[in-house]
T-cell receptor, first 111, second 111 residues
Framework: GQQVMQIPQYQHVQEGEDFTTYCNSS?????IQWYKQRPGGHPVFLIQ?????EVKKQKRLTFQFGEAKKNSSLHITATQTTDVGTYFC???????????FGAGTILRVKS | SQTIHQWPATLVQPVGSPLSLECTVE??????LYWYRQAAGRGLQLLFY??????ISSEVPQNLSASRPQDRQFILSSKKLLLSDSGFYLC??????????FGEGSWLTVV
């Protein structure tokens, strides 16, 4: 079945270091979405990428969608303690009104 | 604007007892509705989704059921809880754009 794989599973960085999480789909995606879940909270939508090769920025966060529309990345520049949480990527299933979520990357930031 | 309400926020239930989690969405009509479960430190598992009143699709065989008695109401139930039913339950909604908006979640501990 359709799968979305996300790596790494876990990353612990020093405050100020950069962080990247990668997402790979087994199928071509019409779009890819990123969500952030703070510890103890619920996932919150961050952004959606639609176009092949698209790059979007939100302050220190940079999101990329691959040329083949099968992979994506989220890069955080100069991490801060407020960045801690789990980052999920998700892509729509080929059929039906559902998203396939990656397993998530847990980010911890040491101050 | 659209809002989603989910309750109760936390509950501790004995093994074999029934369960009812409720979710309502405001500010939109005919949303797609979802129930997800998240084990501690793990990813998002889709349990049920619904595209309309009385229309429920189950993603995994389990001890749970879902119902949608009204357009913007989604209920997760169990007749007899198991220890393995413990987790963080998230209700969510979407429209045709696929972006999913999550409720604040319900922490269930089965003892």
């Amino acid at each position: 079945g359709q799968q979305v794989m996300q790596i790494p599973q876990y990353q612990h960085v020093q405050e100020g270091e950069d962080f990247t999480t990668y997402c790979n789909s087994s199928t071509t995606l019409s779009n890819i979405q990123w969500y952030k879940q703070r510890p103890g909270g619920h996932p919150v939508f961050l952004i959606q990428l639609v176009k092949s090769g698209e790059v979007k920025k939100q302050k220190r966060l940079t999101f990329q969608f691959g040329e083949a529309k099968k992979n994506s990345s989220l890069h955080i520049t100069a991490t801060q303690t407020t960045d801690v949480g789990t980052y999920f990527c998700a892509g729509p299933m080929e059929y039906g009104n559902k998203l396939v979520f990656g397993a998530g990357t847990i980010l911890r930031v040491k101050s | 604007s659209q809002t989603i309400h989910q309750w109760p926020a936390t509950l501790v239930q004995p093994v074999g007892s029934p369960l009812s989690l409720e979710c309502t969405v405001e500010g939109t009509s005919n949303p797609n509705l979802y129930w997800y479960r998240q084990a501690a430190g793990r990813g998002l598992q889709l349990l049920f989704y619904s595209v309309g009143i009385g229309q429920i699709s189950s993603e995994v065989p389990q001890n749970l059921s879902a119902s949608r008695p009204q357009d913007r109401q989604f209920i997760l139930s169990s007749k007899k809880l198991l220890l393995s039913d413990s987790g963080f339950y998230l209700c969510a909604w979407s429209t045709s754009g696929n972006t999913i908006y999550f409720g604040e979640g319900s922490w269930l501990t089965v003892v």
